[in-house]
């Protein structure tokens, strides 16, 4: 069992009950737009008749006072962004798929059902109670999907997938488009057993290369493997303020806090920063920077910390501030050297860090350039050899 899924159901609602416990007995639901119609996003289990998508407007005539919330895509981000985190240190290969569903690369850790139990016990342990995820193992990312949907709210299911276990599985667990389920239904294809019992190339001949995937699947075959999610080098956040501020002291606090949340970022990528800015946007339209460059990976979140509120007590800004931004510009990953296998490494590296610092300070190409065979035979001496760029 070398996969497992991760399903969060309602997420956008779960979140939303994070941040609102007293909203935890009433009927919510969250609205956003499909083009120019308001449909609901999601609602809470206490609401029955409703579906994601349905008009908003046609749901308020059968429910009485709601509480309606407005999706709010930049919180339920980054609420996700915490669980991804942890994960991510836990196991560093993910793919995330929307708000409710994340798979997991299991297969250089998961030996045998022990290993299998203490990982599901490590990834819900992660997560809060309040989220009551479903957790499935199986061979492939796709059957680990329909692992999960088998599962009990905060427990965990494997699936053994093969043919003999998937026969009475619906049609609508296949990971195809609607409309090629649709068609299966029309020609009776209802279950997975019935799609094994089919010969492939009358699948192949009425559903085309798709048909050949059905096959696979309904006889126990997933070979669907996991895409890596990428965590981004780029880290940018800001607070905005309720009411605009000249007070030093809030200042200070909501850049430290980002901070805070910056150091996170790099220590979850393995990365240390080459520079870090912090942007504050005055009322009226003008704004602040100042940029801090590190030379070597030893400076830490106490460091920027330190520097940053020296120069933000030291400037006397025009007029409140209305928000305020950290933003790593550059970063690179925590790598080991051992310096005495090689001769003149140390002096490489060296060299390197140096022309890597030019380019942060100054904003710059390298300036040194390695001298190359070109047409070392030619007559004409100008040919024989050309400058090439050093830029590590």
Known sequence: MKNACLILPNFKIKSELKRRPYLSKRQILISGFNGNKEVVVDYTSNINGVFKGSLLKDVLLRIKNPVILTEDDKYYSHVQDQII??????????????????????SYICRDA?????????????????????????????SSYISALMSSPS??????FDKKHIGELSTGLMPISDQLKKRMQVL?????????????????????????????FANGIDD??????????????EIEFSYPTDNYDV????????????????????KYPRKIS???????????????????????EKYANNILKQSLYSYVFSGPVATIQVQIDEAEYRNGFQLNLFANMRKEISL????REFKSRFATESPFYNIRDFEPYSRIPERRQILVRYDP
């Open 85 to 106: 985190g942890k994960l991510f240190k836990l196991f560093g290969c993910l793919e995330v798929n929307g708000y409710e569903c994340i798979y997991i690369d299991t």
């Open 114 to 142: 022990s290993g299998r139990l203490e990982i599901a016990n490590t990834i819900l342990d992660s997560l809060s109670e309040d989220f009551n995820p479903l957790l499935g193992f199986s061979t492939g990312k796709y």
């Open 155 to 160: 427990d965990f299911n494997v699936l053994k």
């Open 188 to 216: 009776g294809l209802i279950n997975f057993k019935r799609i094994a019992d089919c010969k492939k190339e009358h699948l192949l001949s009425q559903f085309g290369e798709a048909g050949k995937f059905i096959w696979h």
């Open 224 to 237: 669907s493997e996991i895409t890596p999610l990428e965590i981004r080098d780029f880290f940018s956040k």
């Open 251 to 270: 200042l200070l606090v909501a850049m430290e806090s980002l901070l805070i949340e910056a150091f996170a970022f790099l220590e979850m990528t393995n």
């Open 278 to 300: 912090i942007t504050c946007f005055v009322l009226g339209g003008t704004k602040w920077i100042k940029t801090i460059t590190f030379k070597t990976h030893q400076y830490d």
């Open 352 to 355: 390197k860090e140096s022309i």
